[in-house]
């Protein structure tokens, strides 16, 4: 089992640059790929950003140049830096982390965060 607890978001003005914080514990977080998937009303939740634990990374063409995945290991820590903000970026932020074991696919979610984008 992975525990995720996400912070920061809330409500932010266009061109702002907040920073979502991703907090994990349990088993062997490490050992997770992790990601940041978002949710706007009326939409499909979708993968924002993922963060191998080698640190390769992967953005939605919508993000790129704009947000920045990061993971510290020793502290289980994962980050979405988010700048120049658009109102379409609107959505619940959600962290995730999964892995593969064994033809088994393991698959956790943080609560979520809201980040609102307006004047």
């Known amino acids: 089992q992975v525990q995720l607890v996400e912070s920061g978001g809330g409500l932010v003005q266009p061109g702002g640059s907040p920073r979502l914080s991703c907090a994990a514990s349990?088993?062997?977080?490490?050992?997770?790929?992790m990601g940041w998937y978002r949710q706007a009303p009326g939409k499909e939740r979708e993968l924002v950003a993922s963060?191998?634990?080698?640190?390769?990374?992967n953005y939605v063409d919508s993000v790129k140049g704009r947000f920045t995945i990061s993971r510290d290991n020793a502290l289980n820590l994962v980050e979405l830096q988010m700048n120049s903000l658009k109102p379409e970026d609107t959505a619940v932020y959600y962290c995730?982390?999964?892995?593969?074991?064994?033809?088994?696919?393991?698959?956790?979610w943080g609560q979520g965060t809201q980040v609102t984008v307006s004047s």
């Open positions: 963060i191998t634990p080698g640190r390769t990374t």
């Open positions: 349990g088993s062997s977080p490490t050992g997770y790929n």
């Open positions: 995730n982390a999964q892995r593969w074991s064994l033809g088994i696919k393991y698959n956790y």
